[in-house]
Protein backbone atom coordinates (compact mmCIF):
# COMPACT_ATOMS: atom_id res chain seq x y z
CA UNK A 1 0.00 0.00 0.00
CA UNK A 2 1.05 3.52 -1.23
CA UNK A 3 1.79 5.87 1.60
CA UNK A 4 1.55 8.80 -0.44
CA UNK A 5 -1.32 9.99 -2.87
CA UNK A 6 1.52 9.70 -6.01
CA UNK A 7 -2.01 11.30 -7.83
CA UNK A 8 -2.20 14.41 -5.56
CA UNK A 9 1.89 14.62 -4.61
CA UNK A 10 3.75 17.85 -6.47
CA UNK A 11 6.05 19.30 -4.13
CA UNK A 12 6.74 22.80 -5.99
CA UNK A 13 9.64 23.53 -7.43
CA UNK A 14 12.24 26.37 -6.04
CA UNK A 15 11.40 28.39 -8.89
CA UNK A 16 7.83 28.51 -8.59
CA UNK A 17 8.64 29.14 -4.77
CA UNK A 18 10.31 31.88 -5.73
CA UNK A 19 7.68 33.34 -7.74
CA UNK A 20 4.86 32.88 -5.35
CA UNK A 21 6.71 35.23 -2.99
CA UNK A 22 7.44 38.18 -5.28
CA UNK A 23 5.75 41.47 -4.42
CA UNK A 24 5.48 40.31 -0.52
CA UNK A 25 6.87 42.70 2.30
CA UNK A 26 8.44 40.55 5.06
CA UNK A 27 8.41 42.90 7.19
CA UNK A 28 4.69 42.79 7.64
CA UNK A 29 4.69 38.78 7.65
CA UNK A 30 4.74 37.57 11.53
CA UNK A 31 2.42 34.40 10.70
CA UNK A 32 2.09 32.17 8.09
CA UNK A 33 0.01 29.03 7.42
CA UNK A 34 1.21 26.49 4.72
CA UNK A 35 -2.22 24.32 4.51
CA UNK A 36 -0.54 21.47 2.34
CA UNK A 37 2.97 21.58 3.54
CA UNK A 38 3.81 18.09 2.09
CA UNK A 39 7.39 17.38 3.04
CA UNK A 40 8.29 21.33 3.48
CA UNK A 41 9.77 22.81 0.39
CA UNK A 42 7.45 25.88 0.83
CA UNK A 43 8.21 26.10 4.72
CA UNK A 44 11.84 25.73 3.81
CA UNK A 45 12.08 28.35 1.67
CA UNK A 46 10.46 30.43 4.38
CA UNK A 47 12.84 29.69 7.00
CA UNK A 48 16.04 29.43 5.32
CA UNK A 49 15.33 32.52 3.01
CA UNK A 50 12.67 34.90 2.67
CA UNK A 51 12.35 35.08 6.45
CA UNK A 52 15.81 33.74 7.20
CA UNK A 53 16.78 37.29 8.87
CA UNK A 54 13.34 37.95 10.64
CA UNK A 55 12.75 38.06 14.64
CA UNK A 56 9.35 36.10 14.49
CA UNK A 57 9.03 33.05 12.44
CA UNK A 58 5.29 31.68 13.34
CA UNK A 59 4.56 28.86 10.65
CA UNK A 60 2.11 26.57 10.94
CA UNK A 61 2.21 23.70 8.93
CA UNK A 62 -1.18 21.21 7.80
CA UNK A 63 -0.42 18.02 5.99
CA UNK A 64 -2.90 15.01 5.88
CA UNK A 65 -0.39 11.79 4.49
CA UNK A 66 1.36 10.53 7.62
CA UNK A 67 4.51 10.11 5.87
CA UNK A 68 4.76 13.86 5.34
CA UNK A 69 3.66 14.78 8.51
CA UNK A 70 6.52 12.81 10.36
CA UNK A 71 9.02 14.02 7.40
CA UNK A 72 7.67 17.88 8.69
CA UNK A 73 8.33 17.11 12.20
CA UNK A 74 11.80 15.41 11.29
CA UNK A 75 12.41 18.96 10.47
CA UNK A 76 10.92 20.81 13.83
CA UNK A 77 7.99 22.19 11.86
CA UNK A 78 5.35 22.90 13.37
CA UNK A 79 2.35 20.64 12.40
CA UNK A 80 -1.00 21.57 14.10
CA UNK A 81 -3.27 19.81 12.47
CA UNK A 82 -3.97 17.01 9.45
CA UNK A 83 -6.50 17.68 7.43
CA UNK A 84 -6.90 21.66 5.98
CA UNK A 85 -10.67 20.94 5.28
CA UNK A 86 -11.56 20.26 9.15
CA UNK A 87 -9.23 22.76 10.61
CA UNK A 88 -10.62 25.18 12.47
CA UNK A 89 -9.18 28.13 14.06
CA UNK A 90 -9.30 31.43 15.26
CA UNK A 91 -5.92 32.28 14.84
CA UNK A 92 -5.16 35.08 12.69
CA UNK A 93 -2.50 34.32 9.62
CA UNK A 94 -0.69 37.11 7.80
CA UNK A 95 -0.71 34.98 5.18
CA UNK A 96 -1.79 31.37 3.79
CA UNK A 97 0.11 30.28 1.43
CA UNK A 98 -0.25 26.60 -0.57
CA UNK A 99 -0.06 24.16 -3.04
CA UNK A 100 -2.79 22.07 -2.52
CA UNK A 101 -3.80 18.83 -3.75
CA UNK A 102 -5.25 19.39 -7.46
CA UNK A 103 -8.35 17.57 -7.69
CA UNK A 104 -9.10 19.51 -4.51
CA UNK A 105 -7.68 22.41 -5.32
CA UNK A 106 -11.51 24.77 -5.39
CA UNK A 107 -12.22 23.48 -1.96
CA UNK A 108 -9.07 24.32 -0.77
CA UNK A 109 -8.67 27.77 -1.98
CA UNK A 110 -12.01 28.61 -1.12
CA UNK A 111 -11.58 27.83 2.90
CA UNK A 112 -8.51 29.54 2.56
CA UNK A 113 -10.29 32.45 1.38
CA UNK A 114 -12.47 32.62 4.20
CA UNK A 115 -10.56 32.14 6.94
CA UNK A 116 -8.62 35.22 5.55
CA UNK A 117 -11.95 37.02 5.36
CA UNK A 118 -10.96 39.75 8.25
CA UNK A 119 -7.65 40.51 6.37
CA UNK A 120 -4.88 38.92 4.91
CA UNK A 121 -3.06 37.47 1.81
CA UNK A 122 -3.45 34.47 0.09
CA UNK A 123 -1.08 32.66 -2.53
CA UNK A 124 -2.07 29.53 -4.03
CA UNK A 125 -0.62 27.40 -7.10
CA UNK A 126 -3.61 25.89 -8.82
CA UNK A 127 -4.47 23.76 -11.57
CA UNK A 128 -5.59 26.08 -14.39
CA UNK A 129 -8.26 24.10 -15.20
CA UNK A 130 -10.35 24.54 -11.98
CA UNK A 131 -10.69 28.41 -13.13
CA UNK A 132 -10.34 27.55 -16.82
CA UNK A 133 -13.12 24.83 -17.06
CA UNK A 134 -15.70 26.37 -13.94
CA UNK A 135 -18.35 23.13 -14.78
CA UNK A 136 -18.87 22.15 -10.27
CA UNK A 137 -20.50 24.59 -8.20
CA UNK A 138 -17.78 24.73 -6.09
CA UNK A 139 -15.31 25.95 -8.84
CA UNK A 140 -18.00 28.70 -10.27
CA UNK A 141 -18.25 29.92 -6.51
CA UNK A 142 -14.36 30.21 -6.42
CA UNK A 143 -14.23 31.91 -9.75
CA UNK A 144 -17.19 34.34 -8.33
CA UNK A 145 -15.01 35.01 -5.19
CA UNK A 146 -11.46 35.60 -6.91
CA UNK A 147 -13.61 38.03 -9.05
CA UNK A 148 -14.89 39.87 -6.34
CA UNK A 149 -11.76 39.74 -4.66
CA UNK A 150 -9.98 41.53 -7.13
CA UNK A 151 -7.49 38.38 -7.65
CA UNK A 152 -4.31 38.78 -9.42
CA UNK A 153 -4.31 35.65 -11.48
CA UNK A 154 -1.42 34.14 -13.85
CA UNK A 155 -1.14 31.40 -15.80
CA UNK A 156 2.15 29.37 -16.09
CA UNK A 157 3.05 26.64 -18.61
CA UNK A 158 5.27 23.68 -17.76
CA UNK A 159 5.82 24.98 -14.50
CA UNK A 160 6.19 21.79 -12.73
CA UNK A 161 7.88 20.23 -16.02
CA UNK A 162 11.56 20.32 -13.93
CA UNK A 163 9.91 19.45 -10.88
CA UNK A 164 10.84 16.83 -8.87
CA UNK A 165 7.28 14.82 -9.72
CA UNK A 166 7.16 16.38 -13.37
CA UNK A 167 3.83 17.08 -14.94
CA UNK A 168 2.75 19.84 -18.04
CA UNK A 169 -0.48 20.86 -16.31
CA UNK A 170 -0.70 24.52 -16.19
CA UNK A 171 -0.62 26.32 -13.04
CA UNK A 172 -2.58 29.40 -12.17
CA UNK A 173 -0.68 31.71 -9.62
CA UNK A 174 -3.19 33.22 -7.63
CA UNK A 175 -2.54 36.42 -5.20
CA UNK A 176 -5.45 37.51 -3.51
CA UNK A 177 -4.57 40.70 -0.91
CA UNK A 178 -8.24 40.49 1.43
CA UNK A 179 -7.99 44.50 3.07
CA UNK A 180 -8.06 44.11 7.36
CA UNK A 181 -11.95 44.23 8.15
CA UNK A 182 -12.43 47.42 10.52
CA UNK A 183 -15.23 46.07 13.15
CA UNK A 184 -17.86 48.73 14.25
CA UNK A 185 -18.61 48.78 18.39
CA UNK A 186 -21.46 46.25 19.15
CA UNK A 187 -20.46 44.49 22.25
CA UNK A 188 -23.82 42.88 23.22
CA UNK A 189 -24.53 42.09 19.53
CA UNK A 190 -20.83 40.43 19.46
CA UNK A 191 -20.97 38.66 23.34
CA UNK A 192 -24.48 37.21 22.00
CA UNK A 193 -22.72 35.89 18.92
CA UNK A 194 -19.71 34.64 20.84
CA UNK A 195 -21.69 31.56 22.21
CA UNK A 196 -23.35 30.67 18.48
CA UNK A 197 -20.64 27.74 18.29
CA UNK A 198 -21.83 24.11 16.45
CA UNK A 199 -21.41 21.35 18.47
CA UNK A 200 -17.85 19.73 18.04
CA UNK A 201 -17.57 16.91 15.86
CA UNK A 202 -15.64 13.23 16.95
CA UNK A 203 -15.43 10.50 14.63
CA UNK A 204 -16.52 6.86 15.65
CA UNK A 205 -12.47 6.32 14.98
CA UNK A 206 -11.95 9.57 17.39
CA UNK A 207 -14.40 8.56 20.44
CA UNK A 208 -12.69 4.40 20.13
CA UNK A 209 -9.44 6.45 20.22
CA UNK A 210 -10.90 8.66 23.63
CA UNK A 211 -11.74 5.14 25.25
CA UNK A 212 -15.01 6.79 27.34
CA UNK A 213 -18.25 7.73 26.07
CA UNK A 214 -18.10 10.26 29.06
CA UNK A 215 -14.33 11.41 28.59
CA UNK A 216 -15.23 12.41 24.82
CA UNK A 217 -18.48 14.39 25.92
CA UNK A 218 -16.26 16.25 28.57
CA UNK A 219 -13.68 17.08 26.14
CA UNK A 220 -16.75 18.28 23.04
CA UNK A 221 -17.59 20.60 26.38
CA UNK A 222 -14.24 21.57 27.05
CA UNK A 223 -13.39 22.42 23.18
CA UNK A 224 -16.64 24.09 22.58
CA UNK A 225 -15.95 26.26 26.26
CA UNK A 226 -12.36 26.98 24.42
CA UNK A 227 -14.37 28.28 21.51
CA UNK A 228 -16.72 30.78 23.20
CA UNK A 229 -14.02 32.19 25.03
CA UNK A 230 -11.26 32.51 22.86
CA UNK A 231 -14.26 34.14 20.56
CA UNK A 232 -15.03 36.88 23.42
CA UNK A 233 -11.84 37.73 23.99
CA UNK A 234 -11.28 38.57 20.05
CA UNK A 235 -14.66 40.75 20.20
CA UNK A 236 -13.21 42.78 23.09
CA UNK A 237 -9.95 43.64 21.30
CA UNK A 238 -11.43 44.53 18.45
CA UNK A 239 -13.63 46.69 20.20
CA UNK A 240 -10.81 48.38 21.95
CA UNK A 241 -9.81 48.53 18.45
CA UNK A 242 -12.51 50.31 16.86
CA UNK A 243 -12.46 52.71 20.36
CA UNK A 244 -8.92 53.73 20.55
CA UNK A 245 -9.35 56.45 17.68
CA UNK A 246 -11.73 57.83 20.69
CA UNK A 247 -9.83 57.50 23.77
CA UNK A 248 -6.18 59.07 22.53
CA UNK A 249 -3.81 60.36 25.44
CA UNK A 250 -3.96 63.92 24.18
CA UNK A 251 -5.28 66.23 21.87
CA UNK A 252 -3.59 67.75 18.96
CA UNK A 253 -3.45 70.39 16.23
CA UNK A 254 -4.05 70.63 13.03
CA UNK A 255 -0.85 71.31 11.88
CA UNK A 256 0.68 69.11 14.23
CA UNK A 257 -0.75 65.86 12.54
CA UNK A 258 1.98 64.83 10.49
CA UNK A 259 3.66 64.17 13.76
CA UNK A 260 0.95 62.19 15.68
CA UNK A 261 2.69 60.05 17.83
CA UNK A 262 -0.66 59.57 20.21
CA UNK A 263 -1.55 56.04 21.54
CA UNK A 264 -4.92 55.44 23.86
CA UNK A 265 -5.46 56.24 27.24
CA UNK A 266 -6.35 52.93 28.14
CA UNK A 267 -4.33 49.86 27.46
CA UNK A 268 -4.86 46.58 26.52
CA UNK A 269 -2.60 43.65 26.44
CA UNK A 270 -2.25 40.23 27.58
CA UNK A 271 -0.79 38.86 30.21
CA UNK A 272 2.74 37.58 29.97
CA UNK A 273 2.48 38.24 26.13
CA UNK A 274 4.87 40.13 23.89
CA UNK A 275 1.86 42.12 22.85
CA UNK A 276 3.01 42.73 19.40
CA UNK A 277 0.06 41.06 17.77
CA UNK A 278 -2.79 41.09 20.77
CA UNK A 279 -5.23 38.84 18.85
CA UNK A 280 -2.75 35.84 18.58
CA UNK A 281 -0.65 36.64 22.20
CA UNK A 282 -4.75 35.78 23.50
CA UNK A 283 -5.13 33.11 21.54
CA UNK A 284 -2.29 31.72 22.66
CA UNK A 285 -2.77 31.99 26.17
CA UNK A 286 -6.35 30.92 26.00
CA UNK A 287 -4.70 28.24 24.62
CA UNK A 288 -1.69 27.63 27.37
CA UNK A 289 -4.97 27.54 29.96
CA UNK A 290 -6.77 24.51 28.35
CA UNK A 291 -3.62 22.34 27.62
CA UNK A 292 -2.82 23.07 31.53
CA UNK A 293 -5.96 22.33 32.63
CA UNK A 294 -6.18 19.41 30.15
CA UNK A 295 -2.18 18.07 31.73
CA UNK A 296 -3.70 17.98 35.03
CA UNK A 297 -6.94 16.20 34.10
CA UNK A 298 -6.65 12.05 36.05
CA UNK A 299 -8.86 11.02 32.89
CA UNK A 300 -6.29 11.99 30.76
CA UNK A 301 -2.49 11.95 32.06
CA UNK A 302 -2.76 9.65 35.66
CA UNK A 303 -1.10 6.30 33.78
CA UNK A 304 1.93 8.75 34.52
CA UNK A 305 4.32 8.70 36.55
CA UNK A 306 5.24 12.25 38.32
CA UNK A 307 8.53 12.51 35.94
CA UNK A 308 6.54 11.70 32.91
CA UNK A 309 4.00 14.64 34.58
CA UNK A 310 6.09 17.27 35.16
CA UNK A 311 7.39 16.57 31.84
CA UNK A 312 4.39 17.22 29.89
CA UNK A 313 3.11 20.03 32.51
CA UNK A 314 6.62 21.27 30.93
CA UNK A 315 5.50 21.42 27.58
CA UNK A 316 2.67 23.76 28.05
CA UNK A 317 4.21 26.97 26.07
CA UNK A 318 4.96 24.52 23.40
CA UNK A 319 1.61 23.46 23.25
CA UNK A 320 0.34 27.05 23.15
CA UNK A 321 1.40 26.81 19.57
CA UNK A 322 -1.25 24.22 19.14
CA UNK A 323 -4.85 24.67 18.60
CA UNK A 324 -6.99 23.07 21.02
CA UNK A 325 -8.57 20.52 19.15
CA UNK A 326 -9.59 16.68 18.81
CA UNK A 327 -6.74 16.16 16.44
CA UNK A 328 -4.24 17.74 18.93
CA UNK A 329 -5.77 15.96 21.86
CA UNK A 330 -5.28 12.63 20.10
CA UNK A 331 -1.99 13.12 18.52
CA UNK A 332 -0.77 14.21 22.58
CA UNK A 333 -2.53 10.82 23.71
CA UNK A 334 -0.71 8.44 21.25
CA UNK A 335 2.77 10.11 22.11
CA UNK A 336 1.99 9.50 25.84
CA UNK A 337 1.20 6.02 25.45
CA UNK A 338 4.35 5.38 23.32
CA UNK A 339 6.22 7.36 26.33
CA UNK A 340 4.14 4.89 28.32
CA UNK A 341 4.84 2.05 26.43
CA UNK A 342 8.72 2.99 26.96
CA UNK A 343 8.81 3.43 29.79
CA UNK A 344 6.48 1.00 32.01
CA UNK A 345 9.50 -1.83 31.34
CA UNK A 346 12.42 1.01 32.82
CA UNK A 347 9.57 2.10 35.74
CA UNK A 348 9.22 -1.58 36.93
CA UNK A 349 12.75 -2.45 36.99
CA UNK A 350 13.85 0.90 39.05
CA UNK A 351 11.53 0.16 41.58
CA UNK A 352 12.92 -3.86 41.44
CA UNK A 353 16.19 -3.12 41.84
CA UNK A 354 15.30 -0.39 44.79
CA UNK A 355 13.58 -3.31 46.93
CA UNK A 356 17.17 -5.24 46.83
CA UNK A 357 19.95 -2.94 45.60
CA UNK A 358 20.86 -2.12 49.24
CA UNK A 359 19.97 -5.21 51.16
CA UNK A 360 23.19 -6.39 50.87
CA UNK A 361 24.99 -4.50 53.31
CA UNK A 362 22.50 -3.48 55.81
CA UNK A 363 21.14 -6.06 58.11
CA UNK A 364 17.83 -4.63 59.08
CA UNK A 365 16.95 -4.80 55.35
CA UNK A 366 18.73 -8.10 54.39
CA UNK A 367 15.01 -9.76 54.62
CA UNK A 368 14.11 -7.71 51.67
CA UNK A 369 14.61 -10.50 49.12
CA UNK A 370 15.27 -14.65 49.40
CA UNK A 371 17.63 -15.77 46.83
CA UNK A 372 17.22 -18.94 44.49
CA UNK A 373 19.34 -20.47 41.68
CA UNK A 374 18.35 -18.13 38.82
CA UNK A 375 18.65 -19.43 34.93
CA UNK A 376 22.75 -19.40 33.96
CA UNK A 377 23.28 -17.73 37.47
CA UNK A 378 22.95 -18.37 41.17
CA UNK A 379 22.10 -14.32 41.69
CA UNK A 380 18.54 -14.47 41.08
CA UNK A 381 16.24 -13.06 44.09
CA UNK A 382 12.78 -12.40 44.67
CA UNK A 383 11.04 -9.75 47.00
CA UNK A 384 9.30 -11.12 49.95
CA UNK A 385 6.16 -9.94 51.57
CA UNK A 386 7.59 -6.99 53.80
CA UNK A 387 10.53 -4.58 52.54
CA UNK A 388 12.19 -2.86 54.33
CA UNK A 389 13.33 0.58 51.95
CA UNK A 390 15.66 3.97 52.99
CA UNK A 391 13.62 6.83 53.20
CA UNK A 392 13.10 9.97 55.25
CA UNK A 393 9.67 10.82 54.82
CA UNK A 394 9.43 13.79 57.67
CA UNK A 395 11.57 16.06 59.96
CA UNK A 396 8.49 16.49 62.40
CA UNK A 397 5.02 14.91 61.53
CA UNK A 398 2.81 15.81 59.11
CA UNK A 399 5.01 19.02 57.49
CA UNK A 400 5.01 20.49 54.36
CA UNK A 401 7.91 18.68 51.82
CA UNK A 402 8.68 16.11 53.76
CA UNK A 403 5.11 14.87 53.38
CA UNK A 404 5.27 15.95 49.85
CA UNK A 405 8.07 13.90 49.41
CA UNK A 406 6.24 10.66 50.72
CA UNK A 407 3.05 11.08 48.75
CA UNK A 408 5.14 11.21 45.46
CA UNK A 409 7.28 8.40 46.53
CA UNK A 410 4.19 6.36 47.72
CA UNK A 411 2.17 7.44 44.13
CA UNK A 412 4.78 6.55 41.59
CA UNK A 413 4.93 3.13 43.85
CA UNK A 414 1.28 2.73 43.62
CA UNK A 415 1.24 3.79 39.88
CA UNK A 416 4.02 0.53 39.23
CA UNK A 417 1.52 -1.53 40.84
CA UNK A 418 -1.42 0.09 38.87
CA UNK A 419 0.42 -0.83 35.47
CA UNK A 420 0.66 -4.67 36.52
CA UNK A 421 -2.63 -5.02 37.96
CA UNK A 422 -4.27 -4.28 34.89
CA UNK A 423 -7.48 -3.14 36.61
CA UNK A 424 -8.35 -5.84 38.32
CA UNK A 425 -8.03 -4.02 41.64
CA UNK A 426 -11.44 -1.34 40.67
CA UNK A 427 -11.14 1.11 43.26
CA UNK A 428 -9.96 4.39 43.33
CA UNK A 429 -7.57 5.06 46.40
CA UNK A 430 -6.32 8.81 46.67
CA UNK A 431 -2.72 7.97 48.25
CA UNK A 432 -2.45 11.44 48.64
CA UNK A 433 -5.00 12.53 51.12
CA UNK A 434 -4.51 9.01 52.98
CA UNK A 435 -1.28 9.80 53.54
CA UNK A 436 -1.69 13.45 54.70
CA UNK A 437 -4.67 12.76 56.81
CA UNK A 438 -2.76 10.37 58.86
CA UNK A 439 0.50 12.71 59.31
CA UNK A 440 -2.02 15.04 60.55
CA UNK A 441 -2.60 12.98 63.34
CA UNK A 442 0.21 11.85 63.28
CA UNK A 443 -0.24 8.39 62.64
CA UNK A 444 3.03 7.16 60.63
CA UNK A 445 2.27 3.30 61.75
CA UNK A 446 0.47 0.94 59.20
CA UNK A 447 -1.19 3.52 56.21
CA UNK A 448 -3.67 1.27 54.12
CA UNK A 449 -2.48 1.86 50.81
CA UNK A 450 -4.28 0.86 47.75
CA UNK A 451 -1.55 -2.49 47.48
CA UNK A 452 0.47 -2.03 50.46
CA UNK A 453 0.38 -0.83 54.25
CA UNK A 454 3.61 1.31 54.70
CA UNK A 455 5.12 2.45 57.88
CA UNK A 456 7.64 5.06 58.35
CA UNK A 457 10.08 5.95 60.85
CA UNK A 458 12.16 8.86 61.82
CA UNK A 459 15.62 7.37 61.89
CA UNK A 460 15.00 7.35 57.95
CA UNK A 461 13.47 4.02 56.85
CA UNK A 462 9.97 3.04 56.02
CA UNK A 463 8.61 -0.74 56.00
CA UNK A 464 6.13 -1.68 53.43
CA UNK A 465 3.73 -5.13 53.63
CA UNK A 466 2.14 -6.11 50.08
CA UNK A 467 -1.82 -7.04 50.44
CA UNK A 468 -1.67 -8.91 47.11
CA UNK A 469 0.34 -11.98 47.02
CA UNK A 470 -0.58 -12.54 43.10
CA UNK A 471 0.64 -9.37 42.29
CA UNK A 472 3.75 -9.95 44.01
CA UNK A 473 4.61 -13.05 42.16
CA UNK A 474 3.73 -10.84 39.23
CA UNK A 475 5.96 -8.03 40.11
CA UNK A 476 8.58 -10.51 40.79
CA UNK A 477 7.93 -12.69 37.71
CA UNK A 478 8.38 -9.61 35.12
CA UNK A 479 11.77 -8.73 37.13
CA UNK A 480 13.29 -11.99 37.02
CA UNK A 481 12.26 -11.90 33.78
CA UNK A 482 13.98 -9.23 32.58
CA UNK A 483 16.65 -9.60 34.36
CA UNK A 484 16.95 -13.39 32.62
CA UNK A 485 17.08 -15.72 35.76
CA UNK A 486 14.40 -17.63 34.56
CA UNK A 487 14.35 -20.38 31.30
CA UNK A 488 12.33 -18.21 28.49
CA UNK A 489 9.53 -21.11 28.39
CA UNK A 490 8.70 -20.39 32.07
CA UNK A 491 4.84 -19.64 31.67
CA UNK A 492 4.90 -20.76 28.18
CA UNK A 493 5.58 -24.48 28.75
CA UNK A 494 3.85 -26.95 30.56
CA UNK A 495 6.64 -28.64 33.61
CA UNK A 496 6.56 -32.11 32.16
CA UNK A 497 7.82 -30.86 28.62
CA UNK A 498 10.56 -29.15 29.95
CA UNK A 499 14.80 -30.17 30.58
CA UNK A 500 15.68 -31.32 33.78
CA UNK A 501 17.64 -27.92 34.45
CA UNK A 502 14.43 -25.67 33.60
CA UNK A 503 12.25 -27.53 36.07
CA UNK A 504 15.14 -26.94 38.75
CA UNK A 505 14.76 -23.31 38.06
CA UNK A 506 11.01 -23.47 37.63
CA UNK A 507 10.38 -24.77 41.09
CA UNK A 508 12.83 -23.12 43.27
CA UNK A 509 11.32 -19.87 41.90
CA UNK A 510 7.39 -20.90 42.25
CA UNK A 511 8.12 -23.07 45.39
CA UNK A 512 5.95 -25.72 44.01
CA UNK A 513 4.89 -27.65 40.99
CA UNK A 514 1.26 -26.81 41.59
CA UNK A 515 2.03 -22.82 41.93
CA UNK A 516 4.03 -22.96 38.41
CA UNK A 517 1.24 -25.13 36.73
CA UNK A 518 -1.22 -22.07 38.37
CA UNK A 519 0.92 -19.67 36.53
CA UNK A 520 0.83 -21.17 33.47
CA UNK A 521 -2.98 -21.72 33.69
CA UNK A 522 -3.29 -17.77 34.59
CA UNK A 523 -0.33 -16.50 31.49
CA UNK A 524 -2.79 -13.91 30.27
CA UNK A 525 -2.49 -12.12 34.26
CA UNK A 526 1.27 -13.50 34.90
CA UNK A 527 3.10 -12.45 32.09
CA UNK A 528 3.01 -9.23 31.21
CA UNK A 529 2.61 -7.41 27.79
CA UNK A 530 3.49 -4.06 27.57
CA UNK A 531 0.78 -2.99 25.18
CA UNK A 532 -2.01 -4.27 27.33
CA UNK A 533 -1.07 -2.09 30.20
CA UNK A 534 -2.31 0.91 28.89
CA UNK A 535 -5.68 -0.55 28.98
CA UNK A 536 -7.91 0.83 31.55
Given at each position: MKLIDDHNFYPTPQHLIEKMFIGCNKDKINSVLEPSAGKGNIVDYLKNDFLRYQHRNDIDCIEIEPTLRDILKGKDYRVVHDDFLTYRTQKQYDIVIMNPPFDQGDRHLLKALQMQENGGAVICLLNAETLKNPYSNTRKELVSELKRLNAEI???????????????????????????????????????????????????????????????????????????????????????????????????????????YRSPILELKVRDGHNYDLINDFVKSVRGKYWTYLFKNKSFMGKLTTNLQNYYYNRIAEMSEYEFSIYNILTIKEDIE??????????????????????????????????????????????????????????????????????????????????????????????????????????????????????????????????????????????????????????????????AEEQEVVKEFSGSVENYNHILMNQDYYLVNEQKLLIE
Open positions: EYIKNGFKDAERKTNVEVALIRVAIPEKTFDSDIFENMQKAMEFDEVEVSEQQEYALISADFTEFLKQLIHQYHIEVSAGIKLIREYYAMSPYILNSMILPEEKERDRSICKGVEETILELFDEFSRKHHWNDERSDNVHYYNGWKTNKAHKINSKIIIPFYAFSSYGTGMETYRAIQKMHDMTKVFDYLDMGQTTYHYDVGNVIDNHFRMLITKNIPLKYFDVTFFKKGTCHIKFKNAELLEKFNLYGSQKKGWLPPSYGRKSYGDMT
